[in-house]
């Protein structure tokens, strides 16, 4: 997937923000359509771990969603449905997200060297792809700003964080995936 020019996010993240409420809700609606399960991942799982430690920054966060949705949508044309992804491709992303994902929750009791082979695999998973840089710096500085005037929990923050570069990596994997299957 190529990198979003700064003009191309740019343009991209003022569609996201020039959206009314029922754009934006009509936006969301097919989104559960047409990506039910990442729909729910995101806005249900990755939420709800955010809101267990600060419901302010699981705010935050979905809002930030909706921005990477409309951003990719503007950027590089409606999302895949997930009935013409491949179901194994499906299923084995959503396995190995969810086995390295294991790792970074707290209270969760793994052997530290399962844990540090999982955080270790993801972190270097999310600097080989390399991808979409742009959108990560700045959905990382909305973060950093967002933080910067509240008395956030460093746990809430440092998940938030990590949720919303999981998305975008998501978001680049599926429309990888789209287009590998449509050139063969």
Same mark, same amino acid.
């Given at each position: 997937?190529?990198?979003?020019?700064?003009?191309?996010?740019?343009?991209?993240?003022?569609?996201?923000k020039?959206?009314?409420?029922?754009?934006?809700?009509?936006?969301?609606?097919?989104f559960?359509?047409?990506? $039910?399960?990442?729909?729910q991942?995101?806005?249900?799982?990755?939420?709800a771990?955010?809101?267990?430690k600060?419901?302010?920054?699981?705010?935050?966060?979905?809002?930030?969603?909706?921005?990477?949705?409309?951003?990719?949508?503007?950027?590089?044309?409606?999302?895949?449905?997930?009935?013409?992804?491949?179901?194994?491709?499906?299923?084995?992303?959503?396995?190995?997200l969810?086995?390295?994902?294991?790792?970074f929750?707290? $209270?969760?009791?793994?052997d530290t060297? %399962?844990?540090?082979?999982?955080?270790?695999? %993801?972190?270097?998973?999310?600097?080989?792809?390399?991808?979409?840089?742009?959108?990560?710096? %700045?959905?990382?500085?909305?973060?950093?700003?967002?933080v910067? $005037?509240?008395?956030?929990?460093?746990?809430?923050?440092?998940?938030?964080?990590t949720?919303?570069y999981v998305?975008?990596?998501? %978001?680049?994997?599926?429309?990888?995936?789209?287009?590998?299957?449509?050139?063969?």
């Open positions: 997937m190529r990198e979003l020019t700064d003009r191309e996010l740019y343009q991209a993240l003022q569609y996201a020039s959206q009314d409420e029922n754009a934006g809700r009509a936006i969301l609606q097919q559960q359509t047409e990506q $039910g399960a990442l729909a991942t995101i806005f249900g799982v990755f939420s771990l955010i809101a267990d600060d419901r302010n920054l699981a705010n935050l966060f979905m809002d930030l969603c909706f921005d990477v949705l409309c951003v990719f949508r503007h950027a590089f044309g409606g999302l895949p449905d997930q009935s013409v992804l491949n179901m194994e491709w499906l299923e084995n992303t959503a396995a190995l969810d086995a390295e994902l294991q790792a929750l707290p $209270g969760n009791q793994m060297k %399962f844990r540090d082979k999982f955080q270790n695999r %993801f972190a270097d998973r999310l600097i080989e792809s390399n991808s979409q840089t742009g959108l990560v710096k %700045f959905m990382d500085e909305s973060i950093s700003e967002y910067a $005037g509240s008395q956030a929990d460093a746990e809430a923050v440092r998940t938030t964080r949720m919303i998305v975008i990596q998501l %978001f680049c994997a599926m429309y990888e995936q789209a287009e590998c299957q449509s050139k063969s």
